[in-house]
């Protein structure tokens, strides 16, 4: 069964430093790997989608890697501002899950971008 | 593309009524997920559509929820005599296909609170 798990649950830098948030999930078996930004009391915002056979993706000042052999992915983000502040969510879609499509989330990291 | 709707977007009930949440996917989205987000966790699958079929159910869903997506268009999910556990965040999401470049888009929430 796959799990997935974010670390730190809280996180709290000051605006233009650079940041990385963790995720691990414990079955190496997936499709990809989808990082989400989710504003308080709001849905979720597709941020980066990462396939089993690449190893990152880039968006702006978003990086996101993946290394499956380790089950880890991380998302950089380069000169946090205040609006990057949130809660940044990571999902696998499993092979376990079959043709679902299914996303398996993990708890969250919640962001403060200091000014 | 007009995202991801739902509605209401703020449900207050008492414990014992039912209610019904609607969920208008992207338009020409074949897949259709329902998830559950409680406070300070990630979001849960309950069930999914491809189509007008629902393919897969979850655990979580107990016979006091039932989802119905008529014509593979808008979806609803009713809650019967609701219980202070089902307290949550609805979230519904779309996507085009089951590829595995897929992105789900996630509609705003519909927040239940039951008393």
């Known amino acids: 069964k796959q799990e997935v798990t974010q670390i730190p649950a809280a996180l709290s830098v000051p605006e233009g430093e650079n940041l990385v948030l963790n995720c691990s999930f414990t079955?190496?078996?997936?499709?990809?790997l989808q990082w989400f930004r989710q504003d308080p009391g709001k849905g979720l915002t597709s941020l980066l989608l990462?396939?089993?056979?690449?190893r990152e993706q880039t968006s702006g000042r978003l990086n996101a890697s993946l290394d499956k052999s380790s089950g880890r992915s991380t998302l950089y983000i380069a000169a946090s501002q205040p609006g990057d502040s949130a809660t940044y969510l990571c999902?696998?879609?499993?092979?376990?899950?079959?043709?679902?499509?299914?996303?398996?989330f993990g708890q969250g990291t919640t962001l403060q971008v200091k000014p | 593309d007009t995202g991801v709707s739902q509605d209401p977007r703020h449900k207050i009930t008492k414990r014992g009524q039912n209610v019904t949440f609607r969920c208008d996917p992207i338009?020409?989205?074949?897949?259709l997920y329902w998830y559950r987000q409680t406070l300070g966790q990630g979001p849960e699958f309950l069930t999914y559509?491809?189509?007008?079929?629902?393919?897969?159910k979850s655990r979580l869903l107990s016979d006091r929820f039932s989802a119905e997506r008529p014509k593979g268009s808008f979806s609803t999910l009713e809650i019967q005599r609701t219980e202070q556990g089902d307290s949550a965040m609805y979230l519904c999401?779309?996507?085009?296909?089951?590829?595995?470049?897929?992105?789900?888009?996630f509609g705003p929430g519909t927040r239940l609170t039951v008393l």
């Open positions: 990462i396939q089993s056979s690449q």
């Open positions: 079955d190496s078996a997936i499709y990809n």
């Open positions: 559509f491809q189509n007008e079929a629902q393919l897969e």
């Open positions: 338009s020409e989205h074949n897949r």
């Open positions: 999902a696998a879609r499993s092979v376990g899950s079959g043709n679902t499509g299914k996303l398996i």
């Open positions: 999401a779309s996507s085009r296909g089951d590829r595995v470049t897929d992105t789900q888009y």
